[in-house]
């Protein structure tokens, strides 16, 4: 079972940045794949990033290419989440989450753990 922690949210203002951290508890969490994804109010939740087990493959969702960059650190047991120029729309509950895979996925039945999320706010 791994537990997934994450970290960093808060309110900040447009063209603001935060960083996320997600924290495992599982020691071969460099076998997973991680990824983020978010809840807005009202809506479904999407996804926003993935990471490979070893960090060499990325991808994103449209909307935050060129302002999110998802990164791990595998001696850390840490996924982490920067996010520049950020925007009202990106107001959101962030969840990452971990799955046996090697590039990970935008499909969230893909991943097996959870976190259980972490609220971002951005004012206009």
């Known amino acids: 079972q791994v537990q997934l922690v994450e970290s960093g949210g808060g309110l900040v203002q447009a063209g603001g940045s935060l960083r996320l951290s997600c924290a495992a508890s599982?020691?071969?969490?460099?076998?997973?794949?991680m990824g983020w994804f978010r809840q807005a109010p009202g809506k479904e939740r999407e996804f926003v990033a993935r990471?490979?087990?070893?960090?060499?493959?990325?991808d994103y969702t449209n909307s935050v290419k060129g302002r999110f960059t998802i990164s791990r650190d595998n001696a850390k047991n840490t996924v982490y989440l920067q996010m520049n120029s950020l925007k009202p729309e990106d107001t959101a509950i962030y969840y990452c989450?971990?799955?046996?895979?090697?590039?990970?996925?935008?499909?969230?039945?893909?991943?097996?753990?959870w976190g259980q999320g972490t609220q971002v706010t951005v004012s206009s």
């Open positions: 989450a971990a799955g046996r895979m090697y590039t990970g996925a935008i499909s969230q039945s893909q991943y097996n753990y």
């Open positions: 599982e020691r071969t969490f460099g076998t997973y794949a």
């Open positions: 990471i490979s087990w070893s960090g060499g493959s990325t």
